[in-house]
């Protein structure tokens, strides 16, 4: 199997390019279908119309109606159809973005992709996410060609809730190791062929980026700022993601993700905090070492993304309820590529039920890595612990250890670390972590 890159026609990012929108899809069309929710044109329909004013241009406007279904794209197919379009304009978040990619796609035409948010890696793709009008994953609509144009107003997305590009870094977290092991299984990748070793360092560069930049971003996004961390973070999560992922394949991540939009109680979380969670499962189940996976869950937890199923909304955790989820994992990782732990699907099933299975309430008291590093300059110990709750999901492995996070200075104890686990693998049933100053 030959070796295969792809990638959009053009990708375009900087402050204030929606305001040159005429200047881009002049190349590519005279009537345009703008497919765009109604709160989305409320906030930057003015800005788009204002770029087209006195051109022989003609646009189309749509409200999208929430999910990428077949029933949605059928719908807008239609309308193409009647309006005479020639050109598909999608302005908003992913499963608008989708939806743009296969109505252009059945209607033989070209598409130009306007993210408002940097909340997936979706947009550079040649691939849909269809789901059904309820919200439940469907399939996957891989398509023959990626975007024309990916264009990204970095002063749009700034404006956006941080969370939604936070939820994007969850998504790219997971880029590098399903690329991992993709690769470590010499399995095929979305785009058809082998991983080259250009997209292996486009996913490498993905996962580094968001490791030196994205809790600094985290925290000007907070405070509304787009500084260049947040500009780095915004091309980690839409270009340096959506290449990795697609170049390099999918792996247990997102297919983890797609059986948690089995359960409604996860409905309300976006994509990327599924992915994160189901990139830390994906970890869990490839038993990597406890310093690479307490590196991750970390930067997880510093940035805002769920670790726990109760994050996740889920809080019955017997087998007959999460069934439905597992059985659609075990679907999905057929049609993408294999995890990189070789294992029956029976034994599969057995490994990802198991933790559930089995949940009892599981406490860690732990303290934030930046807090930790912190406390070398107080000149007492900080008294209160950090609590959070960590399902059984999280496996890690028997041990018991004990660490310090600073060290001793003037002769009065810092912030230490004393951990211990019980338990083996999957049926672990115990593990307690203390911290104390």
């Known amino acids: 199997?030959?070796?295969?890159?792809?990638?959009?026609?053009k990708y375009v990012q900087g402050a204030g390019e929606m305001k040159k929108l005429y200047n881009y899809a002049k190349g590519y069309g005279k009537k345009a279908l703008v497919l765009i929710t109604e709160s989305g044109y409320k906030r930057i329909g003015a800005t788009v119309e204002s770029s087209f004013a006195g051109q022989d241009?003609?646009?189309?406007?749509?409200?999208?109606n929430g999910e990428c279904s077949k029933n949605e794209i059928n719908r807008l197919v239609k309308i193409m159809e009647e309006?005479?379009?020639?050109?598909?304009?999608?302005?908003?978040?992913?499963?608008?973005?989708?939806?743009?990619?296969?109505?252009?796609?059945?209607?033989?035409?070209?598409?130009?992709i306007c993210p408002t948010i940097a909340s997936t890696d979706a947009p550079c793709s040649a691939l849909s996410v269809i789901y059904t009008d309820d919200g439940v994953f469907?399939?996957?609509?891989?398509?023959?060609?990626?975007?024309?144009?990916?264009?990204?107003?970095?002063?749009?997305i700034a404006a956006s809730p941080a969370r939604l590009t936070v939820s994007g870094m969850g998504d790219a977290l997971a880029t590098y190791f399903e690329a991992r092991a993709v690769m470590a299984k010499d399995a095929g990748t979305c785009a058809g062929g082998k991983v080259t070793c250009a997209a292996m360092a486009l996913a490498k560069l993905c996962f580094?980026?968001?490791?030196?930049?994205?809790?600094?971003?985290?925290?000007?996004?907070?405070?509304?700022?787009?500084?260049?961390?947040?500009?780095?973070?915004?091309?980690?999560?839409?270009?340096?993601?959506?290449i990795g992922f697609e170049?390099?394949?999918?792996?247990?991540?997102?297919?983890?993700?797609?059986?948690?939009?089995?359960?409604?109680?996860?409905?309300?979380?976006?994509?990327?905090?599924?992915?994160?969670?189901?990139?830390?499962?994906?970890?869990?189940?490839?038993?990597?070492?406890?310093?690479?996976?307490?590196?991750?869950?970390?930067?997880c937890?510093?940035?805002?993304?769920?670790?726990?199923?109760?994050?996740?909304?889920?809080?019955?955790?017997?087998v007959p309820r999460q069934r439905p989820a597992v059985e659609t994992v075990l679907s999905v990782v057929g049609t993408i590529s294999s995890f990189a732990v070789t294992t029956t699907r029976s034994a599969c099933r057995c490994r990802m039920l198991s933790p559930i299975s089995s949940l009892s309430t599981v406490v860690i008291t732990r303290i934030p890595k930046a807090l930790a590093m912190g406390m070398i300059t107080?000149?007492?110990?900080?008294?209160?612990?950090?609590?959070?709750?960590?399902?059984?999901?999280?496996?890690?492995?028997?041990?018991?250890?004990?660490?310090?996070?600073?060290?001793?200075?003037?002769?009065?104890?810092?912030?230490?670390?004393?951990?211990?686990?019980?338990?083996?693998?999957?049926?672990m049933s115990y593990f307690t972590a203390a911290y104390s100053a």
């Open 138 to 156: 469907e399939e996957y609509l891989f398509l023959p060609a990626n975007p024309n144009m990916v264009l990204m107003d970095t002063d749009i």
């Open 378 to 427: 107080l000149a007492r110990p900080l008294a209160p612990a950090f609590i959070s709750r960590v399902s059984p999901a999280l496996i890690l492995p028997s041990t018991n250890r004990l660490r310090y996070a600073v060290a001793k200075a003037s002769g009065i104890a810092a912030a230490s670390i004393m951990e211990q686990f019980s338990g083996t693998g999957i049926s």
């Open 1 to 9: 199997m030959a070796k295969i890159l792809i990638s959009p026609g």
């Open 208 to 242: 580094d980026t968001l490791m030196d930049e994205g809790v600094k971003a985290k925290v000007a996004l907070d405070a509304g700022a787009c500084t260049t961390a947040v500009e780095k973070i915004i091309e980690a999560n839409t270009l340096l993601s959506g």
């Open 83 to 112: 309006k005479g379009c020639d050109l598909v304009i999608g302005i908003g978040g992913g499963k608008i973005l989708d939806t743009s990619k296969a109505v252009a796609y059945y209607c033989k035409t070209p598409v130009l």
């Open 301 to 318: 937890i510093e940035v805002g993304l769920p670790v726990t199923l109760k994050e996740l909304g889920v809080t019955d955790v017997t």
């Open 57 to 64: 241009f003609e646009l189309v406007f749509d409200y999208f």
């Open 247 to 299: 170049s390099c394949g999918l792996a247990g991540a997102h297919a983890i993700h797609n059986g948690l939009t089995v359960l409604p109680e996860c409905h309300h979380m976006y994509h990327g905090e599924k992915v994160a969670f189901g990139t830390i499962v994906q970890l869990v189940l490839e038993n990597i070492s406890a310093e690479e996976l307490e590196e991750i869950i970390d930067f």
